[in-house]
């Protein structure tokens, strides 16, 4: 599961709280979670170096005794299709489509194709 750094560290700063709270040392969580005392995932996680997944989220919540929702990742809020996209079909049947949304180029470059490609622009030409 890819995270952003902001996510990983988020994730990491409640983890920190929550083994603090539950009083546990980190061989104790590790054991309870299914782990080796001596794996070091858990650091990891710690210090935001990668996310557990969400499985793992959820037994780490159950373990620590916290709702699972605090350290799962907040749902995404997205914006209202008339924010974003907007569609009008004049009289002689041609659609205008305005999109305005920001992605990252990995996402936003298929969409481009597709959009150009439709318009009759070779693909070797982006």
Do not use: C
Not at 8 to 34: C, F, H, W, Y
């Amino acid at each position: 599961m890819n995270k952003s750094a902001n996510h990983r560290d988020e994730i990491a700063a409640k983890l920190r709280d929550a083994i603090t709270q539950s009083g546990m040392e980190l061989p104790d969580v590790n054991v309870a979670i299914g782990f080796r005392r001596n794996d070091t995932r858990i650091y990891n996680w710690l210090k935001a170096r990668s996310t557990p997944p969400e499985d793992m989220l959820r037994k780490l919540a159950t373990v620590l005794a916290i709702p699972e929702q605090e350290l799962m990742p907040p749902a995404p809020i997205l914006p209202r299709v008339g924010e974003v996209l907007t569609v009008t079909v004049n009289d002689a049947g041609n659609a205008r489509i305005r999109l305005d949304v920001t992605l990252p180029l990995a996402q936003a470059m298929p969409l481009l194709r597709l959009l150009l490609t439709m318009n009759g622009i070779p693909e070797g030409e982006l």
